[in-house]
C-alpha cells in the first residue's frame, strides 16, 4: 500500500481537526443543555457532557479513576492501533485503523481537558432518542463497521487474510 502513513495521518489527522472544531463552535455558540431543533422529529443539535463511556456507562466512578481509566484504555488502545496499522498491508483495515484512532485521540482530548466529552448530536423518532454524540464518536462507528465489512464479507475464509480491497 503506497503512501500508508501519509494516508493514515491525514484520515486520523482530519478526524481529530473536525472533532475539535465542532466541539469548538458547540461550546461557543450553544449553551450546555441547550437544544436547537435541525429537522423536527429528527434531529437535534444539543449540548451536552458525557462523563462515561459510551451511552454513560461507566459515569458513576469516582472522578479520579474515571478521568485515569478512560486516558489509560484510550492510550493503550491507539498503541494497539498504531501496530495494527504497521503490520496491516490491506487498504480497509488501515482506513478503519485510521479512523478509530482520530476519534479515541479526540474524546482522549476532551477527557483531559475537561473530565467529560462534549456531545452534540441527537437522532431521534418521536420519543425515541439515540444518546447524544460527536464526530470522534462517528469515526469510531464507522470504523469498528469498515472492521465488520472486512471480516464478515471481505476476507479470505479461514485464513484471517483480505481480499483486494
Not at 60 to 65: K, N, R
Request: aromatic share 12%; hydrophobic share 50%; charged share 15%.
Amino acid at each position: 500500500m503506497r503512501n500508508k502513513y501519509f494516508q493514515v495521518g491525514a484520515i486520523a489527522g482530519t478526524v481529530l481537526v473536525l472533532d475539535q472544531l465542532t466541539k469548538y463552535v458547540i461550546q461557543a455558540h450553544v449553551r450546555l443543555h441547550s437544544i436547537i431543533t435541525v429537522v423536527p422529529g429528527f434531529f437535534n443539535v444539543t449540548h451536552v457532557r458525557n462523563k462515561g463511556a459510551a451511552f454513560g456507562m461507566l459515569s458513576s466512578l469516582p472522578e479520579l479513576w474515571r478521568g485515569a481509566f478512560f486516558i489509560m484504555v484510550t492510550i493503550a488502545a491507539v498503541g494497539a492501533l498504531i501496530i495494527l496499522i504497521v503490520k496491516t498491508r490491506e487498504r480497509l483495515p488501515v482506513y478503519a485503523f485510521s479512523l478509530i484512532a482520530g476519534g479515541a485521540v479526540g474524546n482522549v482530548i476532551d477527557r483531559i481537558r475537561y473530565g467529560e466529552v462534549v456531545d452534540f448530536i441527537q437522532w431521534y423518532v418521536k420519543s425515541w432518542y439515540w444518546p447524544s454524540f460527536n464526530v470522534a464518536d462517528s469515526a469510531i462507528s464507522i470504523g469498528v463497521g469498515l472492521l465488520a465489512i472486512e471480516l464478515l464479507f471481505l476476507s479470505k475464509s479461514g485464513t484471517g487474510e483480505s481480499s483486494k480491497s
